[in-house]
């Protein structure tokens, strides 16, 4: 994915959805996020039974409506879709900082690296509420 800066005319009409690079660039950072969760040692162990595959289709899926894409998130709620995954705090922070690297790695500016950061980490209390809150 190559980030795409508004510029010109109608710049103001650029949505995240777009400057991200719509549904490929989206899923894009998806890939590279997951393969970094996949490599750590701390978080990679909770995807060990994990269908990958679906994951990086609905955190696609996610990612793109918050950016206002016409992709829909239509799996289960998020604190039903994880109440078999013991996050902790600890999980949440590292995970929160590989999707930085990863939107990093594509040159998302800052800006709207956090919008797509904030859309992830509103869900932090139905990612814990299965865990352990250390």
Request: with cysteine; aromatic share 8%; net charge negative.
């Given at each position: 994915?190559v980030y795409?800066?508004?510029?010109?005319?109608?710049?103001?009409?650029?949505t995240l959805?777009?400057?991200?690079?719509?549904?490929?660039?989206i899923?894009?950072?998806?890939?590279d996020?997951?393969?970094?969760?996949?490599?750590?040692d701390?978080?990679?162990p909770l995807f060990?039974?994990?269908?990958?595959?679906?994951?990086?289709?609905?955190?696609?899926?996610?990612?793109?409506e918050?950016?206002?894409g016409?992709e829909?998130?239509d799996?289960?709620?998020?604190?039903?879709?994880?109440?078999?995954?013991?996050f902790?705090?600890?999980?949440?922070?590292?995970?929160?900082?590989?999707?930085?690297?990863?939107?990093d790695?594509?040159?998302?500016?800052?800006?709207?690296?956090?919008a797509?950061?904030g859309?992830?980490a509103?869900?932090?209390?139905?990612?814990?509420a299965?865990?352990?809150?250390?």
């Amino acid at each position: 994915m190559v980030y795409q800066e508004p510029t010109g005319v109608g710049m103001s009409q650029s949505t995240l959805y777009e400057r991200l690079g719509g549904h490929d660039g989206i899923r894009a950072v998806v890939d590279d996020f997951y393969d970094r969760l996949l490599e750590d040692d701390l978080v990679g162990p909770l995807f060990e039974d994990a269908d990958l595959e679906r994951l990086r289709k609905t955190q696609t899926d996610f990612l793109c409506e918050a950016a206002g894409g016409p992709e829909t998130y239509d799996a289960a709620p998020v604190e039903e879709a994880h109440s078999h995954v013991p996050f902790t705090e600890a999980h949440i922070e590292r995970a929160v900082e590989h999707l930085q690297d990863s939107l990093d790695a594509y040159d998302v500016p800052e800006s709207d690296a956090q919008a797509v950061v904030g859309a992830v980490a509103s869900y932090r209390a139905e990612l814990l509420a299965n865990g352990d809150d250390d």
